[in-house]
C-alpha cells in the first residue's frame, strides 16, 4: 500500500458535540466548498469512478457494522446521526482538488500536486478512541487505568478499532486526564489524505487556516492536531 497519511484534529476528553450541531458543520463544509455535493460532481465532471464505490452516488460514506464503507447520506440529519450510536465514522471524499479549484485542507501542500484527492472525515463517539502516531507526545496509552482494571470494550468485529470508558468501573478515573491519554477523545476531525503526504518544510503539519476557522465557529472546544504516518 506504501506510505498513507492522516491529519487529526481531535478534541482530548469527553467533548462530543450534538447531532445537531455535526448537522450544521456538514452543511457548512459544504457551503464553504470543503466538500462536494454528487450535483457539483456532476456539473464539475467528475466521473463516479474516482470516487469510491460507497460514495459514488451519495458523495458521503460511513464505516458500518462490518467495517466496510456504506453509503451515507450528503448532507446527515440530527435523526440519522443519532441512529448511528454508540460510534460514527463519517467521510466524504474530494478528488482533482486542485484542478477543480477547491483547497486542499492540509498545509503544506503535497510536493506532487497534480490529481490530490483526501476524504474529510468526522469520528464521532460515545466512547474513547486513541490515536497511535510517532508524532504524539507522551507515553503511549495501554488501556489500562492506574488501579489496573482493563478500560477497553468488547470488540464485535476484529476490524473495528478498540473503544475505552470514559471512567473506570472501579475507581472511577478518567483515562483521558492520564500522561498516556493525551490523544483519547470522543470527537474528532480526520483527514485522509492517502499517498498525499505534505511537503517537509521542518514546520509541523496544521489544518488549513480557512477550515481552521471554520470548524472554530462551531466547535467550542481546545483542538489538538496530530499527524498519523501508517
Known sequence: MGVEYQHIALVR?????SAE????FAQALAEAGWIASPKTLREKKVPSSR??????RPGAMFRGPAQ???????????QW??????????????????????????????????????ELGIHWSQYYRDVVSDEADGPEFGGHCGC????????????EPTFYRT???HCGEDPATFESGQTLHR?????????NLPEDTGKPASLHPQLRALRNSLFSAKFTQVGVIC
Not at 466496510?68 to 440530527?78: D, H, K, R, Y
Request: glycine share 6%.
Open 187 to 195: 470527537f474528532a476531525l480526520v483527514i485522509d489524505c492517502g499517498k
Open 167 to 169: 471512567a473506570c468501573l
Open 81 to 118: 446521526l443519532r441512529s448511528k450510536k454508540p460510534s460514527l465514522e463519517l467521510a466524504w471524499p474530494m478528488v482533482n482538488v486542485l484542478e477543480l479549484g477547491w483547497r486542499f485542507p492540509v498545509e503544506p501542500l503535497p510536493f506532487y500536486r497534480e490529481g490530490l484527492y483526501y
Open 51 to 56: 470516487l469510491p464505490k460507497a460514495a459514488s
Open 13 to 17: 476528553g469527553r467533548y462530543r458535540p
Open 68 to 78: 466496510t464503507w456504506e453509503p451515507a447520506p450528503f448532507a446527515p440529519t440530527a
Open 148 to 159: 489496573g482494571a482493563d478500560l477497553a470494550l468488547p470488540r464485535k468485529n476484529i476490524l
Open 21 to 24: 450541531r455535526i448537522a450544521r
